[in-house]
T-cell receptor
């Protein structure tokens, strides 16, 4: 079993929809949780990071962490065609030894 | 501010040939990472440098892969000899020291081994 599980999708939604992207993990030592966006043939781009449990909001993006369930989510409000990309979750412990990535979820937002 | 620079962007070689990838991190970032990303997968760490010291190379296949970061800035990743299974995207990332949760990635080098 992988340390981080992520549905590969693709997830197809119409423009303006609310998108929910999720990851589950097994390592209770993880404390930092990141979301990266990766466009085709580009490197991953850091969207947000959160520490421990709770919510964090940045514009149309909201990240949630539920450590009790080992479950993290990224919500995208008012989704736009430009949001079409692969979204990767990543996490690490406080020792910052390495990031463990999910496989990524491919999101397609149609006009 | 310039981001992480990688070259070449694309490389096609025949198996058993050598290949090298170059990375220039964001200025002031002491930590540099090389990742391997296979199609449909997340990046997997190959090696991590703190300045010029390789502090984690446990996932680097040392029989054919090597890396260096002379002077603690630019880095080169080499494969010799390349195998068909090495076809992937090789990503370089950098972060400020002590902030590996805040990594910034380059565009990657897409390697095809024929």
């Amino acid at each position: 079993q992988k340390e981080v599980e992520q549905d590969p999708g693709p997830l197809s939604v119409p423009e303006g929809a609310i998108v929910s992207l999720n990851c589950t993990y097994s390592n209770s030592a993880f404390q930092y949780f990141m979301w990266y966006r990766q466009y085709s043939r580009k490197g991953p781009e850091l969207l947000m990071y959160t520490y421990s449990s709770g919510n964090k909001e940045d514009g149309r993006f909201t990240a949630q962490v539920d450590k009790s369930s080992k479950y993290i989510s990224l919500f995208i409000r008012d989704s736009q065609p430009s949001d079409s990309a692969t979204y990767l979750c990543a996490m690490t412990d406080t020792g910052f030894q390495k990031l463990v990535f999910g496989t990524g979820t491919r999101l397609l937002v149609s006009p | 501010e310039a981001g992480v620079v990688q070259s070449p962007r694309y490389k096609i070689i025949e198996k058993k040939q050598p290949v090298a990838f170059w990375c220039n991190p964001i200025s002031g970032h002491n930590t540099l990472y090389w990742y391997l990303q296979n199609l449909g997968q997340g990046p997997e760490l190959l090696i991590r440098y703190e300045n010029e010291e390789a502090v984690d190379d446990s996932q680097l296949p040392k029989d054919r892969f090597s890396a260096e970061r002379l002077k603690g800035v630019d880095s080169t990743l080499k494969i010799q000899p390349a195998e068909l299974g090495d076809s992937a995207v090789y990503l370089c990332a950098s972060s400020p020291s002590g902030s590996s949760y805040e990594q910034y990635f380059g565009p990657g080098t897409r390697l095809t081994v024929t």
